[in-house]
């Protein structure tokens, strides 16, 4: 019987002004040490582009210590602010390894 630890929230980006809202899923499997991190869909983002849309995408980061160690990057969602990605990545991780490894986003 294998132990699962599966996470599931909606973060909102906050800086000096909102950025918009990202959903994605962490599921971590320990018996066969893999993360599992989807990248679901991003809501309300900024227009950064003159004609009022943006081509996002996401960039997934595991650290530790301020060093990256592992990333990965969505495909690029062009002229939305909205997109949808449903994109998965998944990490060799050990149960040590994952409880000091911090995950970002971009």
Known sequence: MSTRSVFQCDILLLQEESLGEICFSLCYVPTISKLTIVILEAKNLKSMDIGGSSDPY???????DKRKWKKRTTS??????NPYFNESFTFDVS????????????
């Not at 690029?76 to 602010?81: A, H, R, T």
């Open 58 to 64: 996401v960039k997934v980061q595991l650290a530790l």
């Open 76 to 81: 690029i969602k062009n002229k939305s602010l």
């Open 95 to 106: 149960l040590d390894q994952i409880q000091v490894r911090i995950i970002s986003y971009i």
